[in-house]
């Protein structure tokens, strides 16, 4: 696996609803762009016999990041946005990040770890910022940086 | 060091206009769903007054019944969905994707691995219908 690998998974102590308004909220504090959102309440977070709980993929970025990331190769698109998944576990909300450029052992176009890196810093940074908002009641899984 | 390139790049034979609408022919009769599109280069005009040569990123989503397979492997977000990204070339027009497969002890669940390995293989499949794999490494 190379430097870009998955990122740490949060739990964050309010319902979904409330918790994707924190982080948007968060994200464009920190003037973090949310490219688009993605529903995956059918795909992950399902246990077998389960009712699936609501689930999102919003891709993130930051313009300035993306074009520095561009200038040397497009192919840093198949990278950027990122993607924060956020899906409801009870009361809870869970989020994770993850880049596809941290799930292999292979060489990345140039230029994309820098600005990768940086914007998953950011990302982790909003994140923390939104459990301290939240309440004193969550914590942080080990990732696998 | 890390010894395979992490993307895949087409070549076709046509202006960026022409290729992105080709793009979305084969992608649809594929039967691949386009989860949403980025312009790119209109973004970085717009945020940062830096014109750049055109540049979409198309978002493809595995069908709705591979979806049901995915479980709860969170990993599985990076791949959800899949990028591919449009460039304008001069007259010509490239296409980037992923090219490496999850690797095993990552994406955990086996029915995840395979529906993200069927849906690479079939925008692949579709792309070559209007490019060519470049031979120009990344």
């Known amino acids: 696996m190379n430097v870009l690998a998955a990122g740490q998974t949060y739990t964050v102590p309010e319902r979904f609803d409330k918790a994707v308004k924190l982080i948007r909220s968060a994200l464009a504090e920190a003037e973090l762009t949310v490219a688009g959102e993605f529903d995956t309440t059918r795909a992950f977070g399902k246990d077998p016999g389960k009712k699936a709980e609501p689930s999102t993929v919003l891709l993130v970025d930051c313009p300035l990041l993306v074009f520095e990331a561009h200038v040397l190769d497009r192919a840093a698109g198949v990278f950027f946005p990122l993607h924060i998944l956020v899906w409801a576990d009870g009361d809870r909300t869970r989020v994770s990040t993850a880049s596809s450029g941290g799930l292999f052992d292979v060489r990345l176009p140039s230029g994309v770890a820098g600005p990768m890196e940086r914007l998953q810093t950011r990302v982790a940074m909003v994140l923390e910022s939104v459990l301290s908002r939240a309440g004193p009641k969550h914590h942080q899984e080990g990732g696998e940086e | 060091?890390?010894?395979?390139?992490?993307?895949?790049?087409?070549?076709?034979?046509?202006?960026?206009?022409?290729?992105?609408?080709?793009?979305?022919?084969?992608?649809?009769?594929?039967?691949?769903?386009?989860?949403?599109?980025?312009?790119?280069?209109?973004?970085?005009?717009?945020?940062?007054?830096?014109?750049?040569?055109?540049?979409?990123?198309?978002?493809?989503?595995?069908?709705?019944?591979?979806?049901?397979?995915?479980?709860?492997?969170?990993?599985?977000?990076?791949?959800?969905?899949?990028?591919?990204?449009?460039?304008?070339?001069?007259?010509?027009?490239?296409?980037h994707l992923l090219r490496a497969l999850p690797a095993h002890q990552l994406l955990r669940e086996q029915p995840t691995r395979k529906a993200f390995r069927e849906v690479q293989a079939r925008i692949a499949q579709a792309i070559e219908r209007i490019g060519m794999r470049s031979t120009l490494g990344a």
């Open chain 2, 1 to 95: 060091m890390a010894a395979e390139w992490a993307t895949t790049t087409y070549l076709v034979r046509q202006p960026f206009d022409l290729a992105v609408k080709s793009l979305r022919k084969v992608l649809a009769e594929a039967n691949l769903k386009l989860a949403g599109e980025l312009d790119m280069s209109s973004r970085i005009r717009r945020r940062l007054l830096i014109g750049t040569a055109p540049c979409h990123l198309f978002f493809v989503a595995a069908a709705p019944a591979a979806f049901e397979e995915l479980g709860s492997d969170p990993c599985a977000a990076a791949l959800t969905p899949l990028h591919i990204v449009v460039s304008a070339r001069g007259s010509q027009t490239e296409v």
